[in-house]
Nanobody, 125 residues
Framework: QVQLVESGGGLVQAGGSLRLSCAASGRTLSADTLAWFRQAPGKEREFVAS????????YYEDSVKGRFTISRDNAKNTVYLQMNSLKPEDTAVYYCAAGNRPWMPDGMSAKYSYWGQGTQVTVSS
């Protein structure tokens, strides 16, 4: 079992920055992929970014490339999402996820067995 707790959401003006954190506890994550998804009101949940815990390999959804950075701190068992140049369309509940199904693509929700409770990010124009 893995427990995930997100933090760091809030209200920010367009062009601003936020850093989300996802603290993981439970079993070791060495073989897992950790990811961030988001869900805006009335829309489906969508993939944002992922990182392989053992290699650090990262993957991003096109609309956040160059603006968002996913990283991990192995000692703290924590994954971060640094979000810069935020836009109103980035407004959503952001969820952290962990999974160990390497045959599935990172952008697929079914890859991930564990999910956090979500943290709200609101970007005002």
């Amino acid at each position: 079992q893995v427990q995930l707790v997100e933090s760091g959401g809030g209200l920010v003006q367009a062009g601003g920055s936020l850093r989300l954190s996802c603290a993981a506890s439970g079993r070791t994550l060495s073989a897992d992929t950790l990811a961030w998804f988001r869900q805006a009101p009335g829309k489906e949940r969508e993939f944002v970014a992922s990182i392989r815990w053992n290699t650090g390999y990262t993957y991003y959804e096109d609309s956040v490339k160059g603006r968002f950075t996913i990283s991990r701190d192995n000692a703290k068992n924590t994954v971060y999402l640094q979000m810069n140049s935020l836009k109103p369309e980035d407004t959503a509940v952001y969820y952290c996820a962990a999974g160990n199904r390497p045959w599935m693509p990172d952008g697929m929700s079914a890859k991930y067995s564990y999910w956090g409770q979500g943290t709200q990010v609101t970007v005002s124009s």
